[in-house]
């Protein structure tokens, strides 16, 4: 990519005493609004830094939420994967804290989900019919996913490895003390990695380049960082970026390894077709992530959401929305196809932040790499939508268009510091003009980004 600067604008966020402020431009004297109690735990709004102070402000994550929480007393559970450990707090103190033997590998389709839940049901002895073994004290959070003490099989015999299959594994001792200090409906915070705090120097401080979109967000996936920011907080209509939510809803809600019966109503609902895509043919669950992510077929979005149920679907993609602190995204379809899926720059990036930290394999689909598929792929030659899929640099991403959107982009990039540290910046673009060609167009926009981080950070 080449090098550009014209003139822009950065923003970002403060954080002030564990809440978050929802204006636009932060007047001298900060409003600090309330946040309801959870019971489908709600989100917090983010602040936006003031335009005098650029380049200082930090996305939080969900250990920010944690934070609050302990200040306004609450009882909940915190399971912390950069920890390692399981927390259940009573009245904003600690009442135990144990350790985690196994979680779910995000390299393969096992990775454990993060985010805001609750317990959904107890059982002293849970059975998982995908894995074939009985669970211990286990608590049922989301979708196939629970904690709990060491599986075994039928036969008594203890199931060992390395990763668990996305569940969350403490010793049958420490299962059984969280299980009987825990309650249903009880609020779980489950955190992937907290913000590595990472302070950027700048090489120069040439002007922000312009863009023709009508919203951006530039930021780094592993700090929260902002390095610029327009209309991060204005809802948009985002068009086939929905496909990510997609994939992800149903990679968390069904066994992958479970084959869908194409009907015709998934192909005739589908606007558009895909090649060898067809009413009668059988897919496994996970072959259809190919077209989706690459192609963005409307039909295979339209198979995969039907499997589980369309409506079903939907409401899990709004559901894990809010679980992952996407608090101003709305899903109508499964596809994008229709104008009422919006979301923010803001939000997109904490769903490119999950998805990197939790389901890698999307990602390394939409650049068109094959992954474990449990089998092969019949998917081929699929013409691959994403416009930076060749470049060494990408780690993924989705494009998207709809008359009412323009053209949409969510892309994650690597980057390396004069310090030699590999960093991972999220560029978000909503309302480009046009795709490929000129100088207001969705490549444009963000080969022009892209010089000025090269230039001014790395």
């Not at 250990?63 to 399971?79: A, H, M, P």
């Not at 059984?176 to 009880?186: C, D, G, R, S, T």
């Not at 892309?411 to 960093?423: K, L, P, Q, T, V």
């Amino acid at each position: 990519m080449k090098k550009t600067g014209l003139a822009g604008i950065l923003f970002g966020i403060t954080l002030v005493a564990g809440f978050y402020v929802s204006s636009f431009f932060l007047p001298k004297t900060i409003t600090i609004w309330p946040i309801a109690a959870l019971t489908e735990p709600a989100q917090p709004s983010l602040a936006i830094a003031p335009e005098e102070h650029p380049g200082s402000y930090y996305l939080p994550g969900y250990e920010s939420l944690r934070d609050r929480f302990l200040l306004e007393g609450r009882k909940f559970l915190e399971i912390n994967f950069f920890e390692m450990k399981v927390r259940a707090y009573k009245n904003g103190a600690l009442a135990k804290e144990v350790s985690i033997l196994r979680k779910g590998d995000p390299q393969g389709w096992g990775g454990s989900p993060a985010g805001l839940y609750s317990v959904i049901l107890k059982n002293k002895n849970g059975y998982s019919s995908i894995a074939e073994v009985f669970m211990p004290y286990s608590l049922k959070l989301y979708g196939k996913y629970y904690l709990h003490g060491e599986p075994f099989y039928p036969s008594g015999e203890k199931l060992i490895s390395d990763f668990s299959g996305g569940c969350i594994q403490l010793s049958d001792e420490n299962a059984k003390e969280i299980y009987e200090l825990v309650n249903e409906a009880e609020a779980v915070l489950i955190v992937d990695k907290e913000n590595d705090g990472f302070v950027y120097s700048e090489k120069s401080r040439s002007s922000f380049p312009e863009i023709s979109a009508k919203g951006y967000l530039v930021a780094d996936i592993d700090s929260g960082f902002i390095f610029a920011a327009k209309n991060e907080n204005e809802s948009l209509p985002i068009a086939s970026l929905t496909k990510l939510m997609t994939a992800v809803v149903v990679a968390e809600n069904v066994d992958l390894r479970r084959s869908i019966f194409v009907s015709e109503e998934m192909v005739n609902r589908g606007y558009g077709s895909t090649t060898g895509l067809e009413k009668g043919e059988e897919f496994r669950v996970v072959e259809l992530f190919y077209p989706l992510l690459t192609e963005s077929s409307n039909d295979a979005a339209e198979a995969l959401g039907g499997f589980l149920g369309r409506e079903r679907t939907i409401n899990l993609m709004n559901s894990k929305a809010k679980k992952i602190m996407m608090e101003n995204t709305s899903f109508s379809d499964l596809s994008g196809f229709g104008e009422k899926n919006v979301s923010t720059t803001k939000d997109f990036y904490y769903l490119l932040r999950y998805i990197y930290n939790n389901r890698p394999p999307i990602l390394d689909i939409t650049k068109g790499e094959k992954v474990n598929t449990y089998g092969g792929v019949r998917f081929k030659d699929l013409w691959n939508k994403n416009v930076f899929y060749e470049d060494p640099d990408f780690i993924g991403g989705k494009t998207g268009y709809i008359a009412a959107s323009k053209y949409n982009g969510a892309f994650i990039f690597r980057f390396i510091d004069e310090s030699g540290n590999e960093r991972k910046v999220a560029i978000i673009i909503l309302g480009a003009e046009a795709f490929r060609m000129g100088g207001s167009s969705l490549r444009a926009d963000t080969q022009k980004i892209y010089g000025w981080l090269k230039e001014n950070y790395f």
